[in-house]
């Protein structure tokens, strides 16, 4: 008797029943992207400011309970806030000042959609008068133990206000344990601690330009992980958030380091956001919405747990309409 292997059977007609009627196709597939896997950026600007719009999600105070509602209409479940700075100094005093735009922000969004998923970023670069991550001593040095209080006191104010998750974005060793330690001193051990894992890259320039935090000195690849080690590096600091305290983490840029999601993946069993970052926007729009779609759930594929990405409000409507 001759034994066909898989590779040579034959089907019929060429044709693959798994594919080839309509109602097995159903049967077998699955959604490779929903709405429910997109968090949106919101960025809180001033009132009247002419910037609002310059990216989906940058709207002043008063348009943040409209946007929300319309997302969480469109079945997107998360936001991540980040705000324009006020009376910024050398201190990031304006971070720790009570109702800050932040605060404000964190207060607006769960009054219009409690159930949306707040996460809120803890970084003193939208808040210190040189544009920087870190607080600095007189001498210049990266003052360690005044920019861990700052982040821990930030992350307390923004979890007393609401927010779910705290998103420390200055990758310094030693300062996700900080954030955690001040959540737990306060009760707050339910609050979520989801620092990023940030490869240098020039995807973040819109956000930088918009938001006014860019150093006015100098850069943060200091501060970030190098684009030719990132497999390795972003593996490692991974490792060394977990081992701190984190309990999930943030990619970006993705658009150029697929590969490196795919690694961590493989090596964390944790909860990953990739976050495609606002310099991807302008090549997303040449994408057009499908091509869109396509690129997020490739994303999906690779290993995120949740995207969050300038593009979430076209993208649901997309997926909405193709549902309907």
Request: hydrophobic share 40%; charged share 20%; with cysteine.
């Amino acid at each position: 008797m001759t034994i066909l292997s898989e590779r040579s059977a034959p089907t019929p007609d060429g044709i693959n029943p798994s594919r080839a009627r309509d109602v097995l196709r159903a049967l077998y597939s699955r959604p490779p992207l929903t709405a429910a896997d997109l968090s949106a950026p919101l960025l809180s600007l001033p009132e009247g400011a002419g910037s609002a719009g310059a990216l989906p999600g940058a709207v002043p105070l008063s348009g943040i309970p409209a946007t929300t509602a319309r997302w969480a209409d469109l079945g997107i479940r998360g936001v991540k806030v980040f705000a324009f700075g006020h009376d910024r100094d050398g201190y990031a005093s304006g971070a720790t000042a009570p109702d800050n735009r932040m605060i404000r922000t964190i207060h607006a969004v769960k009054k219009a959609t409690p159930a949306t998923a707040v996460t809120t970023e803890v970084c003193g670069c939208s808040w210190t008068d040189h544009g920087q991550c870190v607080l600095r001593t007189n001498s210049g040095e990266i003052d360690l133990e005044g920019t861990y209080r700052l982040m821990g006191t930030m992350a307390v104010m923004h979890a007393e206000a609401g927010a779910d998750c705290v998103s420390p974005t200055a990758m310094l060793d030693g300062s996700i344990q900080a954030v955690r330690q001040a959540l737990d001193a306060e009760g707050h051990r339910d609050v979520g601690v989801n620092p990023n894992l940030a490869i240098h890259t020039s995807l973040y320039g819109p956000f930088k330009t918009l938001m006014q935090t860019d150093p006015r000195s100098g850069h943060r690849r200091g501060l970030q992980l190098e684009p030719g080690r990132a497999q390795q590096d972003t593996l490692l600091q991974a490792r060394r958030w977990i081992a701190e305290g984190a309990d999930s983490l943030t990619l970006q840029p993705v658009m150029t380091t697929g590969d490196v999601l795919v690694r961590l993946r493989d090596d964390q069993k944790v909860p990953i956001v990739a976050y495609s970052t606002s310099g991807e926007w302008a090549a997303m729009q040449a994408l057009g919405t499908a091509g869109t779609a396509e690129y997020l759930a490739m994303l999906v594929r690779a290993g995120a747990d949740q995207i969050l990405t300038f593009a979430a409000e076209t993208v649901a409507e997309y997926l909405e309409a193709g549902r309907a």
